[in-house]
């Protein structure tokens, strides 16, 4: 089975650094998605890891440990805009890997 | 160019009723998905096409939700008798490939929000 584990909530100061964390337990690794998802819209791609280390993408980064079964999104220089919520999530091992399996989701709140 | 879209994106039902959630994919993506997201969760797979082909179904709650793709592009996700159970956002999603690649980037709609009464 699967099992992906993220906090709640996070509150956070614009203009700050704020990191999100997730980890997984899962049969095999087929790499680890995150999405971006505000409040009554589509999740949007974020980042897909494979190998471990970190992934730089302007503001936003994805770190990845496969022997810890970690990973972390980091968002620097927050901006209003970046209030949502943020779903970490893995794709099955074997036939069904187009099948992704999502944390619950973390809900970070940028404020002033 | 124009996204995943999804219609009606907000749906009120009296128990009892069925529904008929469509997804219009994005145009040539040959994969298409159905996720089921109650509040304050992450979304969690009901069903898989690839083209017009049903290949997995293994998400569906129960005989009463029904998905369809006749032609490989538009789909409808059917409820029948719906239960209160079954409110919350149900997503659409569309990659370009075929599913094995696991690293295909899946393009969600904005999703319908389905209210039971």
């Known amino acids: 089975g699967q099992n ?11 203009g700050a650094i704020v990191q999100i964390n997730c980890t997984y337990q899962t049969s095999g690794f087929n790499g680890l998605f995150w999405y971006q998802q505000h409040a009554g819209e589509a999740p949007t791609f974020l980042s897909y890891n494979v190998l471990d280390g970190l992934e730089e993408k302007g503001r936003f980064s994805s770190f990845l440990s496969r022997s810890k079964g970690y990973s972390y999104l980091l968002l620097k220089e927050l901006q209003m805009k970046d209030s949502a919520s943020y779903l970490c999530a893995a794709p099955r091992t074997g036939a069904g890997s187009y099948q992704l399996t999502f944390g619950k989701g973390t809900k970070l709140s940028v404020i002033p | 160019g124009a996204g995943v879209s999804q219609s009606p994106r907000y749906k009120v039902a009296k128990r ?3 529904v008929a959630l469509r997804c219009d994919p994005i145009s040539g ?4 998905f159905w996720y089921q997201q109650a509040l304050g969760q992450g979304p969690e797979f ?7 082909a049903q290949l997995d179904k293994s998400g569906l709650p129960s005989d009463r939700f029904f998905a369809e793709r006749p032609e490989g592009s538009v789909s409808t996700l059917k409820i029948q008798r719906t239960q209160q159970e079954d409110s919350a956002v149900y997503l659409c999603a569309s990659s370009l490939e075929a599913g094995a690649n696991p690293g295909n980037e899946q393009f969600f709609g904005p999703g319908t929000r389905l209210t039971v009464l």
């Not at chain 1, 992906?4 to 956070?12: G, R």
């Not at chain 2, 993506?29 to 298409?32: G, T």
């Open chain 1, 4 to 14: 992906i584990d993220q906090p709640t909530e996070m509150t956070a100061t614009e």
């Open chain 2, 16 to 18: 009892g009723q069925d």
């Open chain 2, 29 to 32: 993506h040959v994969s298409l």
């Open chain 2, 46 to 52: 009901l069903t898989y096409f690839q083209n017009e």
